[in-house]
Nanobody, 129 residues
């Protein structure tokens, strides 16, 4: 089992940058694929990015590709989401999530909410125009 705690959210102007972090408890962090999702009130939680357990593979939502970078430090049990060129539409609560098992199956990278076993409590990111 793993417990996840996000931090680093806040208020930033459009065009600015922010890095959110997710610290995991437990000694098996390096076994988990880690994802970032986001949610705004009244909408479904949506996939943002995922990184494989080893850190060798990543996948991004089209809406953030080229602007966001996911990374991890297995020695620190932490996954990061560096967000650049932020837009007002990036405003949301950002959640990290963890999953065991395969990273990809039949060419499909697991990006659905139900594919993830553990979730953090979220951190608010607000981008002002």
């Amino acid at each position: 089992q793993v417990q996840l705690v996000e931090s680093g959210g806040g208020l930033v102007q459009a065009g600015g940058s922010l890095r959110v972090s997710c610290a995991a408890s437990g000694r098996t962090f390096s076994s988990y694929h880690m994802g970032w999702f986001r949610q705004v009130p009244g909408k479904e939680r949506e996939f943002v990015a995922v990184i494989s357990a080893s850190g060798s593979s990543t996948k991004y939502a089209d809406s953030v590709k080229g602007r966001f970078t996911i990374s991890r430090d297995n020695a620190k049990n932490t996954v990061y989401l560096q967000m650049n060129s932020l837009k007002p539409e990036d405003t949301a609560v950002y959640y990290c999530a963890a999953r065991l098992g395969a990273f990809v199956r039949f060419g499909y990278v697991y990006t659905g909410r139900s594919d993830y076993d553990y979730w953090g409590q979220g951190t608010q990111v607000t981008v002002s125009s």
